[in-house]
């Protein structure tokens, strides 16, 4: 099993190397994993930067002492995926954006989509955006990532038309299969660059939606037969890519 990852805001090591991870990080390694010396953990900044640690003591309730064996950067991937979510109903939201940390999705973008039952307004839109980011970073750490994906604000469609102008790749999951649309499997990828895809509603992409991300230069795109729910359609799509782009070889 690989070593289990923490996120730290900084890796300033005192004398000897040794860092003390303490506060919920430091009481999740020591009273829920119950780490022990010797043990190898990661520690990251969720931005790319991570240290390599050996445990030293685990110390009362919440406090790990380590010793860094190594700090290093993980370089920005190539081509980056971009996955533009709209709102699902209940907690598919966050279903979505942990799956998608799992598979290596690189940024998330929730987007209000005509045909959303969901609405993030006020109150209730901070703080559903405050759990999507939350997810993110707790299955970023689950996953063993130590480049969390970003989770943008959430986006209006002009928004998203504008996102997509600026694509090596636009892609939108199309499941009206009267629309023209293309298999996403067949799809000539950018070496490097970013590759956008947008996931509607249950309701799909509306037309009028569609017609004006394809005037952004988007292209309609279809998974396959069968159409998936919107929570699970963006992983799917972003592990095709993933494979295709060779970033899992």
């Not at 520690?43 to 064996?69: N, P």
């Not at 604000?153 to 999951?173: E, H």
């Amino acid at each position: 099993m690989t070593a289990s990852v923490f996120v730290v805001e900084h890796f300033r090591a005192g004398g000897g190397g040794q860092y003390v991870l303490d506060g919920p990080e430091g009481r999740h390694a020591v009273s829920v994993k119950r780490l022990q010396p010797g043990e190898e953990v990661v520690l990251t900044d969720g931005a790319g930067r991570y240290a390599v640690c050996d445990v030293v003591a685990a110390e009362g309730k919440d406090r790990l002492v380590v010793h860094m064996t190594s700090v290093s950067e993980e370089p920005e991937p190539s081509p980056r995926i971009t996955v533009v979510q709209a709102l699902p109903k209940g907690d598919r939201g966050e279903v979505a954006v942990e799956t998608m940390t799992e598979v290596g999705v690189d940024a998330i973008v929730p987007w209000q989509a005509a045909r959303c039952i969901t609405q993030w307004k006020g109150d209730r839109g901070l703080k559903s955006l405050a759990k999507w980011r939350g997810t993110a970073r707790e299955a970023g750490k689950q996953s063993r990532r130590v480049r969390f994906p970003e989770v943008a604000d959430a986006a209006t469609t002009k928004q998203v038309a504008a996102l997509l102008a600026r694509a090596d790749l636009a892609a939108v999951l199309h499941s009206d299969f009267g629309h023209e649309s293309l298999p996403l499997a067949t799809a000539q990828l950018p070496a490097e660059g970013e590759i956008v895809l947008v996931v509607g509603p249950e309701g799909g992409v509306a037309r009028d939606e569609l017609a004006l991300f394809e005037e952004a230069g988007a292209k309609a795109y279809t998974l396959g037969p069968t159409v998936m729910r919107t929570s699970t359609a963006g992983t799917a799509a972003a592990a095709l890519l993933l494979g295709r782009t060779g970033r899992w070889s």
